[in-house]
Structures are given as structure tokens and as C-alpha cells.
């Protein structure tokens, strides 16, 4: 098999683009979709620094390699690590290891910071506490994680006071987040998106329109070890149970996780919902309502916080 742009031999097929591409031009195709997406998502300036939300696993190994690459040359924009130590026994710590390590290789200051420490409690406590509720029973371990994390970033990236935050979804996750949101009929949620302001560190998805598999290709030709092991809670996710659904579908139809990202993109555009963000009551921190998510989630296993 040869690379349709060189007479290389291919190390990938992208049925999607008809592509067949060599280890250099497979590596460059993956670049320029993650400079393509940052232009299109943010503008920096000189002196900012931009954090990479850094779990130790794959795709953000992979995202914040690729960054350095992009950045490494601009020494006016800084790149930092910002790692969230869930709480996730006989998981976690060996990630939290690996991502210190590769930010220790790319000369990159990471910042730990710890569900136990910030929300006083491990996300393995908090499982075990929803268990008791019956609200909160039937809910995915991921459910409760996503919102603490998403909380515990904007806070910290605030409080370094830095420009952006880039998280690791990649091409899969974010049809998958589209289309677990049709089927619960919730778009609105999709469409609703805070008013810029002080509160919101902006966030941005780099590596959005990258395919999964092509995110763990990237990672083993650059040499970056890491590890595969999957979160033990995410087969108990609604999530869990498209992804089969749209890696099936994406094998018979090639393109389907693309058409499903530029449709919604498509739609959002016209109809983006601006909200300006009002103060939790209870922790402060910037939400759509009267109390955040994470207050109502913590509040309900009896937990206080209060930075
Ligand atoms: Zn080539
Ligand atoms: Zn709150």
C-alpha cells in the first residue's frame, strides 16, 4: 500500500478522505488538523500561556506533545500542564506517573490537583455515596466525574490566569456527545454556551477533528508511552454504549463521526444560545443557574464545598 502523496509505503488508510498516507504525511495531516481547529477556536496573544488539561492517558499525551511541537518555537506563549487526580483506585496514580513523567520530557510545569483536596472527597467515595441516593443511583460514575472536573479546571486555569484551557476530545468523543445528547432530546444543552467573561476560562478542543485511532497511531509513531488501560467506570456509561453503536456505524459508513461533528456545527452557528453566567450561591463559581452543578451533585451526598 502506497501513500497517495509520496511513493512510501502507507501506514494508515483513511477511509473517510480516500487517503492512504505515509508515517511523515500521516504525522503532518494530524498536525495541520490541530493548528486548523486551534486558529479557528482561539486567538492568543503574546505572553499567554495555555493550559493542556493533561490525564496521562493517550489523547492528551498526544495533545500536549503536539502543542509543544506548534508552540515550542514561540517562546511568547507558554504551555503548562494542568492534572486532575480523580481519585480512581488502582487507576489513577499510575497516569498521574505518566503524566508527570512526559511533562517532565517536554520541559512542562504541570499543576496536581486532587478531587480529595479541592471537593473533599475521591470520585470512588462519591460513587459510593450516590449509591445511597436515590436521585443519583441510576447515574454513571462519569456523569458525577465530568462535572467536578470541568468545575475543578475553570477554577484552577482562573487562578493561574491562563488565556485557554485545550482538553483532549478527540473526533470520537464529540460525536458521540452530539449524538448522546439527540437521543436524550437535550440540544439545548448543546446550543447553550456562557457569554464571554472574567469567570469562564475559554476552553478549546485541538484535537476535535482527529480520530481516535488515528490519535493512538500519532502517539506510538512519536514514541510517546503511554498507556492504554481504560477508566474502570466507563462501561457503566450511557456514553459506553454509542461509542459501540458509532464505531460499528462508522465501519459500514466511513465519515459518519465527520457528518455528525460538521452537521452540528452547521446548526450551531445560526443558533448558538449566549447566556450571561451568574455566581453559584454556594461556591461562587460561575453556572447558568442560582447553584452550580457540582454544589447540587455534592450538596445531595452531603458534601460542603467551599473554596
Ligand atoms: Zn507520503
Ligand atoms: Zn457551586
Redesign the pocket.
Same mark, same amino acid.
Given at each position: 500500500m502506497q501513500c497517495s502523496k509520496c511513493r512510501r509505503d502507507a501506514v494508515v488508510q483513511q477511509r473517510y478522505s480516500g487517503l492512504r498516507l505515509c508515517e511523515t504525511h500521516f504525522l503532518e495531516d494530524v498536525e495541520r488538523k490541530v493548528k486548523r481547529r486551534l486558529r479557528k477556536e482561539i486567538k492568543l496573544r503574546s505572553g499567554n500561556t495555555l493550559a493542556v488539561a493533561l490525564s496521562g492517558g493517550k489523547d492528551s499525551s498526544v495533545l500536549l506533545y503536539v502543542l509543544c511541537g506548534i508552540f515550542g518555537r514561540r517562546r511568547d506563549i507558554n504551555i503548562v500542564a494542568i492534572t486532575v487526580d480523580e481519585g480512581i483506585a488502582g487507576y489513577r496514580p499510575k497516569y498521574v506517573r505518566q503524566a508527570k513523567k512526559l511533562a517532565d520530557e517536554l520541559s512542562v510545569d504541570l499543576f496536581l490537583f486532587s478531587f480529595k483536596a479541592v471537593f473533599g472527597a475521591t470520585l470512588d467515595e462519591i460513587v459510593r455515596a450516590a449509591g445511597l441516593d436515590d436521585e443519583l443511583r441510576d447515574k454513571a460514575p462519569c456523569t458525577f466525574c465530568g462535572v467536578l472536573r470541568k468545575t475543578l479546571l475553570n477554577r484552577v486555569g482562573r487562578e493561574l490566569g491562563v488565556a485557554a484551557i485545550a482538553t483532549a476530545h478527540n473526533l470520537d468523543d464529540e460525536a458521540q456527545t452530539i449524538l448522546m445528547n439527540y437521543i436524550r432530546g437535550d440540544i439545548a444543552r448543546l446550543l447553550r454556551a456562557p457569554a464571554r467573561s472574567e469567570k469562564f476560562v475559554p476552553r478549546v478542543k485541538p484535537l476535535r477533528d482527529v480520530p481516535e485511532e488515528e490519535v493512538a497511531l500519532y502517539g506510538m509513531l512519536r514514541g510517546l508511552k503511554v498507556e492504554f488501560e481504560e477508566c474502570p467506570y466507563k462501561r457503566l456509561s450511557f456514553r459506553f454504549k454509542i461509542l459501540s453503536w458509532l464505531n460499528d456505524f462508522e465501519r459500514r459508513h466511513p465519515g459518519t463521526r465527520y457528518s455528525i461533528l460538521r452537521g452540528f456545527e452547521r446548526l450551531v452557528q445560526d443558533e448558538r444560545r449566549h447566556f450571561e453566567p451568574k455566581s @453559584?450561591e454556594? @461556591?461562587g463559581?460561575p453556572?447558568a443557574g442560582n447553584?452550580?452543578q457540582? @454544589?447540587r451533585l455534592l450538596s445531595k451526598i452531603n458534601i460542603n464545598?467551599a473554596p
Open positions: @453559584c454556594r @461556591c463559581e453556572c447553584i452550580c457540582a @454544589c464545598y
